[in-house]
């Protein structure tokens, strides 16, 4: 079957300002999430991509683009079941401030138990996501046959649920996954079983320099806003 690339997409407003995007409308990428997305087609220049397929929201289409830009003719799929987790009356708020909401700990520690007040729950979330990758894994292959490449997307907290799906961990496991902003994780399906070629891959090691405010032990809910 088809080769998955999934891009998260680049640093964006809410990354810097620590706010819960969700499905907010008008956010947008920073400087340094602009950058990124100019940097994606040398990075996957030695790649032949099928197509590409990506979250509806602004943050994605604008990491997207400058890939469209280099490969005039590259068919581009918007997918709705890959938007952003509907966090509902989460969104727009300050992570620092939802850290100390009860829900914030079974979201960290029992994340398949979870469901954001007026949104969705992240087993609901995952299931949506898993859903369209193996339909688009169809529908690539059917079209371009099976040694097919493509690129998708999406958001840190998805694409970390479509990881666990593909390594066969339980949704309660995915907060130990880390996927920086503009990074790369790629997903070999095959009719057995699937295979996790790369994971969370920036191109460099930046992010392991040491921070001025060193990671504590909890998953930011959204994804993150990468190394500085």
């Not at 197509?51 to 604008?62: I, N, W």
């Not at 581009?76 to 009860?102: F, M, Q, V």
Request: one cysteine or more; aromatic letters at 4%; hydrophobic letters at 40%.
């Amino acid at each position: 079957m088809a080769t998955l690339i999934l891009v998260r997409h680049g640093r964006s407003t809410a990354n810097t300002a620590g706010v819960l995007a969700g499905w907010t409308p008008g956010v947008a990428l920073d400087e340094r999430g602009r950058a990124q997305a100019a940097a994606l087609p040398a990075r996957l220049a030695s790649v032949p991509l099928a197509a590409v397929v990506t979250s509806p929201l602004q943050r994605c289409r604008e990491t997207v683009q400058p890939l469209l830009d280099a490969r005039p003719g590259l068919p581009l799929h918007p997918e709705d079941l890959i938007g952003e987790c509907h966090y509902g009356d989460w969104s727009g708020r300050k992570l620092s401030e939802l850290s100390a909401e009860p829900l914030m700990e079974v979201v960290q520690q029992h994340p398949s138990s979870a469901a954001f007040p007026g949104g969705e729950s992240m087993r609901a979330m995952q299931a949506r996501a898993v859903e369209a990758v193996r339909d688009w894994n169809t529908r690539i292959e059917t079209e371009h046959g099976p040694d097919a490449v493509y690129a998708m997307c999406s958001h840190g907290d998805i694409i970390k649920s479509i990881v666990a799906d593909a390594l066969g961990m339980h949704l309660d496991l995915f907060q130990r996954i880390s996927v920086e902003p503009c990074s790369l994780t790629v997903i070999r399906y095959t009719r057995l079983r699937p295979f996790l070629v790369r994971l969370g891959d920036t191109g460099d090691l930046a992010s392991l320099a040491p921070r001025e405010k060193a990671p504590d032990d909890q998953a930011e809910v959204g994804g993150g806003a990468g190394a500085s």
